[in-house]
């Protein structure tokens, strides 16, 4: 599987400051970042997939509200991590 134990610990862990801080905004949005990419490889390759496509869509929306909460809580942090992970507005 593309997102085991250990990738999740290291993204949380770069991102959100250490490993079982899952509920920070920014390793949230560091993780729906990574499950975007492997979504959006995944259509590339299957373009029919539906299901996924409405997955991804989902995902998408998730992401850009808590990058709108954070960005109302904290300029500073929300244009750190949208430089971090190559995310464009």
Do not use: C, P, W
Not at 32 to 57: C, P, S, V, W
Request: net charge positive.
């Amino acid at each position: 599987m593309y997102l085991n134990t250990e990738v999740n610990e290291g993204i949380f862990e770069k991102h959100g400051g250490a490993k079982t801080n899952t509920g920070s905004s920014e390793g949230q949005i560091a993780l729906f970042t990574f499950r975007i990419a492997h979504l959006t490889e995944h259509l590339k390759k299957n373009r029919k997939d539906y299901g996924t496509q409405r997955a991804l869509q989902l995902l998408v929306g998730k992401r850009r509200s808590l990058l709108d909460y954070l960005k109302k809580k904290d300029i500073n942090r929300y244009r750190e991590i949208i430089k971090e992970l190559g995310i464009r507005k």
